[in-house]
Nanobody, 123 residues
């Protein structure tokens, strides 16, 4: 079992930055691909970014965040990060960290999920 805890969310103005962290416990995350998803009120949970297992040499991004968000991992700290720059009001959502066996954009392929952290971008 892997437990995931997200942090770093908050309220920020348009154009601002936040860095989300996801700390894992229970097992080392080096053997897992990791993903970030988000869910806005009344909408389905959508893919944001993913990073491959081990060295994290592969990354995927949703088109809506490409060039603004960066996913990274520090296996020694059992932590995954999401650096979010140039934030827009439409980025407002609860952000979730996830762990799975393969790197994918599909939420159903991830086995473990955190409880989420709220990100609110004011206009």
């Amino acid at each position: 079992q892997v437990q995931l805890v997200e942090s770093g969310g908050g309220l920020v103005q348009t154009g601002g930055s936040l860095r989300l962290s996801c700390v894992a416990s229970g097992r080392t995350i080096s053997t897992y691909s990791m993903g970030w998803f988000r869910q806005a009120p009344g909408k389905e949970r959508e893919f944001v970014a993913a990073i491959s297992r081990s060295g994290g040499t592969r990354t995927y991004y949703a088109d809506s965040v490409k060039g603004r968000f960066t996913i990274s991992r520090d296996n020694a700290k059992n932590t995954v990060y999401l650096q979010m720059n140039s934030l827009k009001p439409e980025d407002t959502a609860v952000y979730y960290c996830s762990a799975g066996q393969i790197i994918t954009t599909r939420k159903y392929d991830y086995d473990y999920w955190g409880q989420g952290t709220q990100v609110t971008v004011s206009s």
